[in-house]
Every structure is written in C-alpha cells, then in structure tokens.
C-alpha cells in the first residue's frame, strides 16, 4: 500500500486524466494565473459488495495513510451503500467510496458480477496500484449491455474497475470565482455539459454543501468482442459552507450525492 498520501493522489490523477481529458481544460479554465488555486475536495471511488473487493478493501487504503472514517450513506433507489473517509489535515482531499449492494439485485446481475471478480487476483487488492489499476477481467458488449438495463452504477464499475470516477474542484479556494453558479457559467461558456438531473445545483447552504458536475466524458472500452465508447468519468465542483464553530462542513449530503451518481450515466 502506497505510504504517501500526495503520490497516489498523484497517481490517481494521472490515471484519471487518461479516460477524462477534460479534466485538463477544466483545471486550465478555472485557476487563476498567479496560484494553482484548483484544489481537489474530494474524489469517489466504486465498487461491489463482495468481500473480495467491497468497500472495506478500497477504504483499507486510505486509513493506512492515516485518514479516519466519516458519515455513512444509503441510497436505497440505486441499492448503493457509502462511507466518506477524511484526513486529520483539512487539506488533504476527502474520499468517498461506494458500493453496489448485490443481494438488492437481480439473480442475474449477481452471478454477472460474481463471475467477472471471481477473475482477479485477490493479490491486487493490497497492491499499491489497486485504487487505479481499471478492470481485472474480460466482458463483452452483451455483457455490460444485461447490466446497463438493471443498474448504470454496476455497468460503469464493471468496465471501467478501479479508478477515481471523478475529482473535485474546491470552488472556496478558487480565486477567480467566488460562487458555483459562477463556475457553472463559465463551464456552459466554454462549451461543457453539465449534470441538470435533480437541477444544475445539487444542496443549498441549508445543507452546507453546494454541487454540481460535467456529464462524463466518453472513452474507448476494449470489450472481448471490440471496441465501443463509453461515459468514463466526470469533474465535480464543490462550495462548502460553515458550521457552527465557523469550520467548512466536510460531510456530504445523500441527496445530492443520488443525481451526481448520474454524471456517468450512458446517453
């Protein structure tokens, strides 16, 4: 397992990057030329419920750096089940992982799934390369197109693996923008789409937590049986508000967490 907090950052940016370049245009169009002011508030991670690769495999990663668990999530439409984990250092990114809960699914989608995973070497899961390493089996078209039909979120995951589905633009620290509506203008401007499932803007200050997202950029999948493009993953922007004791809220809010899951949505 990785040792350094800022190096598998590093590695799970550029891992990123190769299926989302445009994440690249994004953090060029919002920083400011002075500072690099783009700060990552958090990235997300999924999963299966299986004990060979659920949650508590992908977590082990981050508490071995020193993070700490947060709050706990359900999102009982999707059959998902997530924690946030966060870092004693405010300004280490925040992690939240999901998992698909397979005994809420079809008999169908669980022996799909069961049978891809029974694929991989339970070795990679403590390699240091694990939380970026993509997918660990083969799958045809047909194949993603059974779980497409059921679940988008297992679909994605059996693709695409082990990857960040997405990084997080911290809009408090950003210098040339000071609101996410801003930040949402800009992108419009520039010619992004964004995620307008349950609204454009995810939360409220009531909640703590403002949220949006790009739709999902879309990138080769090598299938056994060809190649087909495939929403990969997408950039979230994040505005946090204080607490009570004048500290940013660093939870998340289910709600809006259920329409951002959409930003992979296949179109």
């Given amino acids: 397992m990785h040792t350094n907090v800022t190096e598998l950052f590093a590695n799970l940016w550029e891992n990123y990057l190769t299926v989302t370049p445009s994440a690249d245009k994004i953090h060029a169009l919002l920083g400011s030329s002075q ?9 997300a991670l999924r999963t299966f419920n299986l004990p060979e690769i659920g949650l508590e495999k992908l977590a082990a990663h981050f508490l071995a750096l020193g993070y700490v668990e947060g709050g706990e999530y359900h999102f009982e439409s999707k059959k998902l089940y997530a924690k946030h984990y966060e870092h004693p250092d405010a300004n280490v990114p925040k992690v939240f992982i999901s998992e698909l ?5 079809s008999p169908q989608l669980q022996q799909i799934v069961k049978n891809l ?16 390493s993509g997918r660990h ?18 679909a994605w995951t059996a693709v695409w693996g082990f990857r960040a589905n997405h990084f997080t633009v911290s809009v408090n620290a950003l210098s040339n923008f000071e609101t996410l509506d ?18 454009e803007i995810k939360g409220s200050p009531d909640v703590l937590l403002k949220q949006s997202s790009t739709l999902a950029d879309e990138a080769p999948v090598e299938f056994t049986d060809g190649t087909a493009m495939i929403p990969s993953c997408f950039y979230e922007f ?23 899951f959409e930003s992979t949505n296949a179109r």
């Fill in 35 to 43: 500072q690099d002011d783009v700060i990552n508030d958090h990235i």
């Fill in 101 to 105: 809960l397979l005994e809420k699914c």
């Fill in 117 to 132: 995973v029974a694929q991989l070497d339970p070795a990679v899961t403590t390699a240091d390369n694990f939380l970026y």
């Fill in 137 to 154: 089996w083969p799958i045809d078209q047909a194949t993603y197109q059974t779980l497409l039909t059921e679940s988008e979120y297992a």
């Fill in 182 to 199: 801003s930040v949402n203008q800009a992108l419009k401007k520039a010619g992004f789409a964004l995620n307008t499932s349950g609204g």
């Fill in 238 to 260: 994040a505005r946090r508000f204080p607490t009570a004791d004048g500290s940013l809220y660093r939870g998340f809010v289910a709600a809006s967490a259920d329409k951002i």
